[in-house]
């Protein structure tokens, strides 16, 4: 029988002694490319991914909150079924251009180099702010988070 979110954030937030009584569930990828969101999914349950960006203008597209240190997240996998807590550990603005060689190693895609990071992400977030009438810069800013796991189901 699959574990439902709320069951996983209730079990952690007492056992951490948390009184946060709601959560937020988050996946990572499109919802449309199941094979992609598994694979990163796949990587943060390893230890491999702890890192993740979006544009700026993504969060205020999309009237979403951007993470801050200390945010927890109940990890869904591709078939949105829980399969951890994740809590965010760092989270900074920084311009697309600025972006770290360690950041784009950490992301756990592509060959972990900047340069495919930069090539990937420019086309990735171009495309990402293309849905909102929106434009993409090198010179707008990214919000570079990074996350760890701290419970696995």
């Not at 990828?29 to 990163?40: A, I």
């Not at 190693?105 to 009438?133: C, H, I, P, V």
Request: some cysteine; hydrophobic content about 35%; aromatic content about 12%.
């Amino acid at each position: 029988m699959a574990t439902t979110a709320e069951k996983i954030w209730t079990a952690f937030s007492e056992s951490h002694h948390l009184t946060n009584t709601t959560f937020q569930t988050r996946w990572f990828g499109e919802q449309s490319n199941p094979t992609k969101v598994q694979d990163l999914t796949d990587k943060i349950l390893a230890g491999d991914k702890i890192s993740t960006s979006k544009p700026l203008g993504y969060y205020s597209s999309e009237g979403e909150q951007i993470p801050q240190v200390g945010d927890y997240y109940v990890l869904l996998n591709a078939d949105m079924h829980p399969v951890g807590i994740i809590e965010t550990v760092v989270s900074e603005l920084v311009p697309f251009f600025r972006v770290s060689a360690e950041h784009a190693y950490n992301e756990a895609e592509g060959d972990r180099t900047l340069a495919d990071w930069q090539e990937r992400s420019k086309e990735k977030f171009a495309k990402q702010m293309k849905k909102y009438d929106r434009t993409f810069s090198t010179n707008d800013p990214v919000v570079c988070e990074e996350i760890k796991l701290v419970f696995k189901a």
